[in-house]
């Protein structure tokens, strides 16, 4: 991937896999760029968790600005269930 971007780019990542995938056919091999990528991707991703875990009121931020909960603290109606 020695393209100029930044490892979490899923859209550049996920057309050169593309490419790769339509060259050599096969879909389990990772290569050292893959496997970095994966690595930095589950670094960022427990970054975030233990940052927005941290309390309470930062969870509740986190799913308001994913809307998941309105503002007010209710779930929003997608996510509402009906039983």
């Not at 550049?12 to 389990?28: H, I």
């Not at 509740?60 to 269930?81: H, N, T």
């Amino acid at each position: 991937m020695g393209t100029n971007h930044t490892p979490l780019d899923t859209r550049v990542y996920t057309k050169n896999m593309v490419k790769r995938v339509a060259k050599s056919g096969s879909t389990t091999l990772l290569t050292k760029d893959d496997r970095a990528y994966l690595l930095a991707f589950k670094q960022a991703a427990r970054r975030h968790v233990k940052k927005v875990t941290r309390t309470r009121a930062a969870a509740m931020q986190e799913l308001v600005d994913a809307g998941i909960y309105a503002p007010s603290g209710k779930l929003r109606k997608q996510y509402r269930s009906v039983a």
